[in-house]
């Protein structure tokens, strides 16, 4: 009898029947309030890891305490928007390199729909470069790249994506395109493109992710605990992205975002006892990119 190939779960070291998150925390670097949140949850609570965005503000600040740490788990969050009607950044490749990524005000488009209609494919390859560059050069020890917004997962945007980790070898969120993961992401209409981008990488090596859960920021004040108990009682086996935007509560953060409370709440919970409580008593184990880089590589 032929012997099915093994999981991700397996190949991580844990069971097939295991419930595993990837506990990621984005945004790092979009503002201080950013930084303080993730990398306090980084290094004392249940998340396992993040991405930085590259073009923002305090990106230097981000750089800086992750090269301090070398077993920080970070990666890259691409980084094609500037969503914030009064905090914005522009590209990191210069204005006069990227032309069509440019809005009217001279910052990255603050919509998806805006970067897709705007943007000329060479520039966006061009931006995104010059973020991963930056990146290394600011000596981060880069373990995955992901996307900002998802904008890259646009056609022609996502073969550039694919190019790139390719390139870099460096591993990407990227899914296995099972449908009810899809529809709970949001992301029926995109099943042709994401199934598409993981035969690419599959048959380049690529270790590809079981599921997403992306449904951080949605919730109403008071309600972030129990918007965190209906995520895990969907969480199938697996290993799943598990997406988090924690960020320390302040006049700065609530100044920027309009959805401050999730993420300090977000900020709270996974960066303290209640995050590690709650996954271990509900049996979900954890894991970073970092381990999915070492696959590719070995």
């Given at each position: 009898?032929?012997?099915?190939?093994?999981?991700?779960?397996?190949?991580?070291?844990?069971?097939?029947?295991?419930?595993?998150?990837?506990?990621?925390?984005?945004?790092?670097?979009?503002?201080?309030?950013?930084?303080?949140?993730?990398?306090?949850?980084?290094?004392?609570?249940?998340?396992?890891?993040?991405?930085?965005?590259?073009?923002?503000?305090?990106?230097?600040?981000?750089?800086?305490?992750?090269?301090?740490?070398?077993?920080?788990?970070?990666?890259?969050?691409?980084?094609?928007?500037?969503?914030?009607?009064?905090?914005?950044?522009?590209?990191?490749?210069?204005?006069?390199?990227?032309?069509?990524?440019?809005?009217?005000?001279?910052?990255?488009?603050?919509?998806?729909?805006?970067?897709?209609?705007?943007?000329?494919?060479?520039?966006?390859?061009?931006?995104?470069?010059?973020?991963?560059?930056?990146?290394?050069?600011?000596?981060?020890?880069?373990?995955?790249?992901?996307?900002?917004?998802?904008?890259?997962?646009?056609?022609?945007?996502?073969?550039?994506?694919?190019?790139?980790?390719?390139?870099?070898?460096?591993?990407?969120?990227?899914v296995r395109p099972e449908k009810q993961a899809l529809e709970r992401a949001g992301l029926t209409a995109a099943?042709?493109?994401?199934?598409?981008?993981?035969?690419?990488?599959?048959?380049?090596?690529?270790?590809?992710?079981?599921?997403?859960?992306?449904?951080?920021?949605?919730?109403?004040?008071?309600?972030?605990?129990?918007?965190?108990?209906?995520?895990?009682?969907?969480?199938?086996?697996?290993?799943?992205?598990?997406?988090?935007?924690?960020?320390?509560?302040?006049?700065?953060?609530?100044?920027?975002?309009?959805?401050?409370?999730?993420?300090?709440?977000?900020?709270?919970?996974?960066?303290?006892?209640?995050?590690?409580?709650?996954?271990?008593?509900?049996?979900?184990?954890?894991?970073?990119?970092?381990?999915?880089?070492?696959?590719?590589?070995?």
């Amino acid at each position: 009898m032929r012997r099915m190939a093994p999981t991700l779960a397996e190949r991580l070291g844990f069971s097939a029947s295991d419930r595993v998150a990837v506990v990621h925390a984005d945004d790092i670097g979009m503002c201080h309030a950013a930084n303080e949140g993730a990398f306090e949850a980084l290094g004392g609570g249940l998340v396992t890891c993040g991405s930085i965005m590259v073009p923002c503000p305090w990106f230097r600040e981000a750089a800086d305490r992750a090269r301090s740490d070398p077993r920080l788990d970070l990666g890259i969050h691409l980084t094609l928007n500037s969503e914030w009607p009064h905090y914005r950044w522009g590209p990191v490749a210069g204005r006069a390199r990227v032309p069509s990524l440019l809005d009217d005000q001279g910052f990255l488009p603050r919509t998806t729909v805006d970067t897709v209609k705007r943007a000329r494919p060479e520039e966006v390859e061009i931006e995104l470069r010059a973020q991963i560059d930056m990146a290394l050069a600011a000596g981060i020890d880069v373990t995955h790249f992901d996307s900002h917004m998802g904008t890259v997962f646009f056609p022609p945007f996502v073969d550039i994506y694919v190019k790139l980790a390719r390139e870099y070898r460096i591993p990407v969120f990227a899914v296995r395109p099972e449908k009810q993961a899809l529809e709970r992401a949001g992301l029926t209409a995109a099943e042709p493109i994401l199934r598409r981008v993981a035969e690419t990488l599959e048959a380049a090596g690529f270790p590809l992710l079981d599921a997403v859960d992306a449904d951080s920021l949605g919730f109403a004040p008071g309600d972030g605990e129990a918007h965190t108990q209906r995520r895990l009682e969907r969480l199938g086996r697996g290993v799943s992205y598990w997406i988090i935007h924690p960020a320390k509560d302040g006049e700065e953060l609530r100044a920027i975002s309009p959805d401050a409370h999730a993420r300090a709440f977000e900020h709270g919970f996974y960066g303290g006892v209640a995050g590690r409580t709650t996954f271990a008593r509900a049996g979900v184990k954890t894991v970073g990119m970092r381990a999915l880089r070492q696959l590719l590589r070995s």
